[in-house]
């Protein structure tokens, strides 16, 4: 197959194997860090490309689309795909393919993993003992928040937010409410889970965990509005998509006491941090890892690879997210 096409940057080889196994040649990016619209203009003007497997961090858009004509694919190299203008790649018959399916387990594993290590206190412990505060015992030292039987909010019920649910109901005992915009046949199946509006779930959980994609619609889902109708007690968990939360808005909740805490790993306005952020006590932060594990890597550059396969064989990706 006489096709060649650009990769951002590294993939597992998992599926460059695959690409190279069809006779596809490929070039790619030696940028350390998420490469500029302009670095990757630059770089797909060079030659006539057939497809390119691009990050959620690359912008691609009507200027993209321009600098490489010959382009019949951009496979993503993620399950989200907000960094592509779909509505422009479709007036252009270009496809767009993801993920997914690929980091289901790993982000429920890593959402879990936050709610625990803002109930307990993990990392507030760990920083005071690296600092050498620890004089002994004292049952007054980082008291924290039992998980068991509390209430979890998820917002959002495709894989991700059913997994966490499963983690969280049989092995902590957790009541599960959830919001979709539709009914989910496998939570329902949890007894005792019920769906409940967004607003519900705000009002009612002791955890919320984020679980949506990047929309219109869901753009600062949780703002200042929302953020004052959770307990004082809860926690809010994120990692869907950075803009879903209004990063000023929950600063200063924290900084009020409306809320307790707050876990991230995705952000607003990544890699930048909202001022004032990184001040918080009750707030953990991880950079943007919930779906790092190598299964997971390894799956999304497999399917990325097959995803250019098929376009180039029969015109078709099997993850095409464009519906005509």
Known sequence: MDKKIYITRKIPEVGLKLLRDKGISYDIGKFKIPPTKKQIIKELKKKDYDGVI???????????????????IFANFSVGFNNIDIDEAKKRNILISNTPGTSATAVAEHTVALMLALT?????????????????????????????????????????GTQVAKILHYGFGSKIIYSDISQSVELDNIDGTIRKTTEEILKEADIVSLHVPLLPTTHHLINKESLSTMKKSAFLINTSRGAVVDEKALVCALKDNTIKGAALDVFEFEPKLTKGLIKLPDVIITPHIASARHSARNMMAEIAAINIISTFESGKAPNNIIIN
Request: include cysteine; glycine fraction near 14%.
């Open 54 to 72: 691009s990050f959620l961090t690359d912008i691609i858009d009507k200027d993209v689309f321009d600098s490489c004509p010959t382009i019949k």
């Open 120 to 160: 307990t206190r993990l990392v507030e412990g760990d920083e005071f003992m690296r600092k050498g505060k620890y004089k002994g015992w004292d049952p007054d030292l980082f008291v924290g928040t039992d998980m068991k039987g509390k209430t979890i909010g998820l917002i959002g019920a495709g894989q991700i």
